[in-house]
């Protein structure tokens, strides 16, 4: 049984890794928190902890790159 208790807690530090930066959104700001990740969390090419984001602002994460978009009026 020590094996596979093991085995999830590498499993849980794996997840926890994974898991880079948040993005709120509360009484109409959309805000974006690093997590202590590694490599950082980017707005508009700039390293930030927690930054308000608009439309058309760029973040990145690691590998992963996006674009903040406003939700289409239904």
């Keep these: 049984h020590l094996a596979n208790i093991t085995e999830q807690v590498h499993r849980a530090r794996s997840l926890q890794r994974q898991i880079h930066a ?3 959104r ?3 700001v959309t805000e974006v928190r690093d997590l202590g990740s590694t490599n950082g969390t980017w707005v508009n090419a700039g390293r ?3 930054a308000s984001v608009e439309p058309g602002d760029q973040l ?3 590998a992963v ?3 903040v978009a ?3 009026e239904p």
Excluded: K, N, S, W
């Design 60 to 62: 990145a994460f690691g």
């Design 22 to 24: 948040e993005i709120t």
């Design 48 to 50: 930030v902890e927690v």
């Design 70 to 72: 406003r939700r289409p």
């Design 65 to 67: 790159h996006l674009e």
């Design 26 to 28: 509360e009484d109409g």
